[in-house]
């Protein structure tokens, strides 16, 4: 049920990739543990920036589960329906950031457990049952996000579009072809990395949206809006100048930055879709993109910046001026979780609930002092 307050807020609703994130930095050996996943990521930068956003998920109540559910709700995504049935193991991934032979950081990402080395939990998108369910239970939203193609993101897809919300659909990978082509013509916006986008070019004629967004790493982005006639002209966005400690995490701020200031009304938002709205909405997205770039971590900037803070940075960064090297308020005393406590293979199987006690996963560097 919506409350008054949410009310007021434009809506996000999501499904697909959410995932706990173990991240290993460059300068320490323990590693740190966040919600993360593109969708996950999504979920809580939107939140960040001032929507009431809604995770659809069936993860896992086991110990990766439990911390993304906390670590998202720090944020104030909306996490009732994270968990719906049948529930199956939180997705991880391993993320290692180096320095390459250049001197900038960089970084890779892993499935297996770096203690017993067995594969992590992958993703696993929601049955068509729950979907047909959440659908009518959701209500409406002003955007609907996925990055993961099956039946039941399609279906919700399909019934948010109906009542109003934008479909933005942000592809890694093709998955089943008929599906994604199906998805292709659903969406309203598209987006997608060059270096990802091998994989499905074949079929990206095939898409029907408003607006196309290319991602290009360090050369920035370029983006198209169609006309009548066809799919319109490619306008390049160079990348913002930031001190990089991490770049991950870059494009899903890009993404919550142009939703964010482009789509509050939902389809109506599409009526009024012009080049320079775009532009500027898409600037906004690499401003905060480019800032989070100061942190470790997908959603690094949000564990030490209120979003005010940050939106005033944001227009330090927009008058083209470098950004200051900042430094993260990482309480050092905060226990961190073990990569036993959340890789299935290390530990046998609990056959009750994990209490709060079992579980040991310290979310109190969310709750940091804010500056």
């Known amino acids: 049920m919506k409350t008054k307050a949410t009310m007021k807020q434009p809506i996000f609703v999501a499904a697909g990739f959410i ?15 966040y919600a993360g996943g593109t969708t996950g990521n999504l979920l809580a930068t939107t939140a960040y920036l001032g929507w009431h956003s809604i995770a659809l998920g069936r993860l896992n109540r086991d110990n990766a589960g439990i911390f993304v559910h906390q670590d998202l709700s720090t944020f104030g995504v909306d996490t009732t329906f994270l968990h719906s049935e049948p529930t199956c193991s939180t997705p991880i991934v391993v993320q ?8 900038k950081p960089k970084h890779t990402f892993a499935w297996t457990c770096p203690d017993c080395g067995a594969y992590l939990p992958g993703f696993r998108a929601l049955v068509s049952e729950t979907a047909d369910r959440l659908a009518v239970e959701v209500g409406d939203a002003a955007v609907f996000f996925t990055d993961r193609v099956s039946r039941s993101t399609i279906t919700l897809a399909k019934h948010l579009k109906k009542n109003g919300a934008v479909i933005f659909f942000e592809p890694s990978t093709l998955g089943d072809p008929s599906q994604f082509v199906e998805m292709l013509k659903i969406a309203d916006v598209l987006k997608y990395s060059d270096q990802r986008a091998k994989s499905f070019s074949d079929f990206l004629s095939e898409h029907r949206a408003m607006l196309e967004i290319q991602t290009l ?13 066809g799919p319109g002209r490619w306008s390049a966005l160079p990348a913002f100048l930031a001190e990089v400690v991490d770049t991950a995490g870059a494009g899903d701020w890009t993404s919550a930055g142009l939703i964010t200031e482009l789509f509050k009304n939902g389809r109506e938002s599409l009526k009024k879709l012009t080049k320079a709205r775009v ?58 979780p073990s990569y036993s406590s959340v890789c299935p293979a290390c530990s046998e199987p609990s056959k009750s609930q994990p209490s709060g006690e079992q579980v040991k996963l310290d979310v109190r560097r969310s709750k940091r002092a804010l500056v």
Do not use: W
């Not at 790493?217 to 006639?229: D, Q």
């Open 19 to 33: 995932a706990l994130d173990i991240v290993l930095g460059v300068k320490r050996n323990e590693p740190r543990f």
């Open 217 to 229: 790493g360090e050369e920035g982005l370029r983006f198209r809006i169609a006309s009548k006639t």
């Open 279 to 336: 532009q500027t909405a898409l600037e906004f997205g690499q401003a905060v993109a480019a800032l989070n770039c100061n942190f470790e971590g997908a959603r690094g900037l949000m564990y030490s910046l209120s979003a005010e803070s940050a939106k005033d940075r944001i227009k330090d960064l927009r008058s083209a001026r470098i950004a200051e090297h900042l430094v993260t308020n990482y309480d050092s005393s905060a226990s961190e």
């Open 96 to 103: 290692k950031i180096f320095k390459g032979r250049d001197g």
